[in-house]
């Protein structure tokens, strides 16, 4: 009976060591499966943290690239409009130029020969001037009377602002073109005789001076007979 029963303690004993080697091995098992966890888990987290800054900073360059052509786009169309701008600036100083040249060539033209108001100039007689201050004299066979307000007998009178003088200033932008207005009057005189008078002008725009020689006409007024051009700073 002893013997039996050391027997049965025995293989309760070696049963109790069995169990606790399968206890031991599950708890093994389950370290190593959770440390494995652990450990590719968080590899696969520092991958993911080692990953982030590196999208970070690539997003940074791609939004630094994107401003720095931004940039250069807006910095090239500052150039082109200050290039526009330049241009159109050149072509103003060009036409005011052409316009200027235009003007000085127009005026010499005036210069080189009188305008009448509703007359044919290819009718004008031009000769070159006899005297040392004359450069030519004009003569048109339609230069007419310019009319009169004055009636009864005729005076003639070298008081500026008089009715006379005034008919004068008339008869000789008639035979010159230059207008009153622009008109400078430095002689106004007789001329050998009470019905005849000569005026000295210039055009306050040009340097030539003219030489206008008048003619009373009863009830018709101041005629123009001949102008003369005279040679520059020469008024006499």
């Not at 290039?83 to 072509?91: F, L, P």
């Not at 005034?166 to 008639?174: L, P, R």
């Not at 073109?177 to 002689?187: D, H, K, L």
Request: charged content about 40%; glycine content about 8%; proline content about 3%.
């Amino acid at each position: 009976m002893a013997k039996y029963q050391s027997r049965l303690d025995k293989r309760s004993k070696k049963n109790t060591n069995k169990l606790l080697n399968i206890m031991i091995a599950i708890v093994l098992l389950l370290i190593v499966v959770v440390g494995g966890t652990l450990v590719f888990g968080g590899g696969g987290d520092e991958k993911a943290t080692t990953d982030a800054p590196k999208n970070s900073e690539t997003k940074d360059a791609d939004k630094s690239n994107k401003e720095k052509e931004k940039d250069n786009t807006v910095s090239m169309d500052e150039k082109d409009d200050s290039k526009d701008k330049a241009d159109d600036k050149q072509k103003d100083k060009d036409k005011k130029k052409e316009d200027e040249q235009k003007k000085d060539e127009s005026s010499d033209e005036d210069q080189d020969s009188v305008e009448l108001d509703g007359e044919d100039q290819s009718k004008m007689k031009v000769e070159e001037g006899t005297e040392p201050n004359v450069v030519k004299t004009m003569v048109h066979p339609d230069w007419k009377p310019i009319g009169t307000e004055q009636t009864g007998e005729h005076v003639s009178v070298y008081e500026e602002g008089s009715v006379d003088w005034q008919e004068k200033i008339e008869a000789t932008s008639y035979a010159t073109g230059i207008p009153e207005g622009n008109m400078t009057v430095w002689w106004m005189e007789g001329n050998g005789g009470p019905q005849k008078s000569m005026a000295t002008v210039t055009a306050k725009d040009t340097k030539t001076p003219y030489r206008v020689y008048l003619q009373w006409v009863d009830g018709k007024g101041w005629q123009p007979t001949k102008v003369q051009e005279l040679k520059e700073n020469d008024k006499d």
